[in-house]
C-alpha cells in the first residue's frame, strides 16, 4: 500500500447520509488512510481548502441537497484542480454520467461500496497525486 506521507493519506468524503458517513469512512480507515467527512458540498469545499495538503482524493456522493454532486465537482475543480473527484451514485453508471456538464468526475463509483473497489480507486488515486508531487 502506499501510503506516503508527502502525498496525503486522507479522503474527503462528501455525503448527505450519516450512515454513508460512517461506513465509508471505516472502510477507508481499514485500508489505512484517513477520512475527513463533510455533509454537503460547501462543507466538503471548506475541508477540501483546509486541508488541501493531506487531501489526495474526494469521494463526492452525487445525489445530495443543496449543491449536488455536479456542483460540487465544478466548485472543487475551481479550488483544486489537481485533485481527483470521484462521483458516488446509487444510479447506474450511465445514468449518473449522461450529463453535459463541463467538470467531469475522474472515476464513478457504484452505491452500495464494495471495499476492493474502493481500494483499487484509493490505491490509483494515491500514485495520480504522486504525480503532482514530483
Given amino acids: 500500500m502506499i501510503n506516503d506521507k508527502a502525498t496525503g493519506t486522507t479522503v474527503l468524503v462528501v455525503d448527505d447520509e450519516p450512515f ?3 461506513v465509508v469512512s471505516m472502510m477507508i480507515e481499514s485500508l ?5 467527512v463533510a455533509a454537503d458540498g460547501s462543507e466538503g469545499l ?3 481548502e483546509k486541508h488541501r495538503q493531506e487531501i489526495f482524493l474526494i469521494l463526492c456522493d452525487l445525489s445530495m441537497p443543496g449543491m449536488d454532486g455536479w456542483q460540487t465537482i465544478s466548485a472543487l475543480r475551481a479550488l483544486t484542480p489537481e485533485l481527483p473527484v470521484v462521483l458516488a451514485s446509487g444510479y447506474v453508471v450511465d445514468e449518473a ?4 456538464h463541463l467538470d467531469q468526475p475522474w472515476e464513478i463509483m457504484t ?3 464494495v471495499i476492493g473497489d ?3 480507486i484509493l490505491q490509483r488515486a494515491q500514485k495520480e497525486r504522486q504525480k503532482f508531487s514530483q
Wanted: aromatic fraction near 10%.
Fill in 111 to 113: 452505491k452500495p461500496y
Fill in 118 to 120: 474502493l481500494d483499487n
Fill in 20 to 22: 454513508i458517513q460512517v
Fill in 46 to 48: 471548506q475541508l477540501a
Fill in 97 to 100: 454520467m449522461c450529463s453535459t
Fill in 32 to 36: 489505512g488512510f484517513s477520512a475527513l
